[in-house]
């Protein structure tokens, strides 16, 4: 039953409409009227004004497949493709919404039928978060769903703990946020890993599939949580990771968008061994590039354009280093448009040929300089007598050849370096009091990193410990 993944997207939106929800389109990557977010990253973005009282809809239960992109801002999951079974930078989430209607009671209700009976999945390889001191949600599990105390484990807020679950979700700094309940699927004891809330959980046993947010506050800039005009509903399941129980599968990458993808990508490039972890990581990263440029992001030096260049040139480095003579990128698109299904894939279509030739435009401009870039960053790692790479080569590969700091950090993480970003941040500033001094007109080389500091500065200090996970 639904072997396909487009057949279980039909299969969640259809549970939700008989059950009263309006299905609404996904919205668009690039967050309407939101200058808080960069990308599109819950499927709940959308609705924010409704959730906040201040934009009213005919419907007060809605379901959505809703495309998001994880690859900067508050959740940034760039740094995990590729070092674990269930991240991705493009991803489909699944979710049913509820604008002051039905609340905690109803929302466990409808995630565990569809799950349980609909789905039939096992209920024995199943165990739920909730918050804290969230009572009520307990109760419900325990006494109206029937599922064991000890399956039922008690999570707070976290801050700071570095791969804890985390049971207050919040969009971004401001905005909507309440406590949360979440539903696990256990993969199995041969696979490694912890249940939440253990110092193993970031393994990829127990894995997250669906998170239900009960909607209460509004957070202010000054951290102040004013309560919502009516409590609310937003749950968010991703696609990919549902879409690996059902087809019997333990990694996202295993199912058929991914192996479509993968196959495709090696059969170009000639690459033999399937379970290449650079396969992955390109066939993760052609969705989140062709959808932006689908939804209107172009490559470029600053903000969201910059992102999206910075994905590119990780993907065009793995398929250099799987061989790549010629420009290979562009050429997965027709696959993706196949394997995402009519729907799903309709911006896209309609959008097929631009996004070719700006993949390809981009992959081509940066060939020109990646070989020399890569002898030079080889060289100077293999002169290396510390686990540290200096900012003043990392500034240089930026500089002269095109490489974003966090490329340049991903070739180190594969040989366990890390890069001094202190130091290349100061070879930044030198560089610019130079243009200035010489009364050049002055380029701004922080414009295009400062949207997404985390994923440039702080995200590959802390690639040793793998990038934040929250
Ligand atoms: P994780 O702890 O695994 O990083 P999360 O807690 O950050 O997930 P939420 O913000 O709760 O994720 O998003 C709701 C759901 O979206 C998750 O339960 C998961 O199924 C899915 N999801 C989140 N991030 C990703 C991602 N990067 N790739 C694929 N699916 C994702
Ligand atoms: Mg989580
Ligand atoms: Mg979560
Ligand atoms: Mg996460």
Redesign the pocket.
Known sequence: MYQTTAALRSAFLEYFRTNGHQVVDSSSLVPANDPTLLFTN?GMNQFKDVFLGADKRSYTRATSSQRCV?AGGK?N?LD?VGYTA???TF?E?LGNFSFGDYFKEDAIKFAWTFLTEELKLPTERLCVTIYETDDEAFEIWNKKIGVAAENIIRIGDNKGAAYA?DNF?QMGDTGPCGPCS?IFYDHGDHIWGGRPGTPEEDGDRFI????IVFMQYNRQADGEMKPLPKPSVDT???I??IAAIMQGVHS?YEIDIFQALIKKTAEILGVTDLENKSLRVIADHIRSCAFLIADGVMPSNEGRGYVLRRIIRRAVRHGNKLGATESFFYKLVPTLIEVMGADAAKGLTETQAIVEKSLKAEEEQFARTLERGLGILDAALNELTTKVLDGETAFKLYDTYGFPVDLTADVCRERDITVDEAGFEAAMAEQRSRAQAAGQFETDYNEGLKIDEQSCFTGYTELNNQAT??
């Open positions: 819950a994880r959740h999951d995990n269930r991240h991705h991803f989430m679950s979700w979440e997250e599939i669906w998170n968010g399941m991703g990919e990771r996202n996970v929250t």
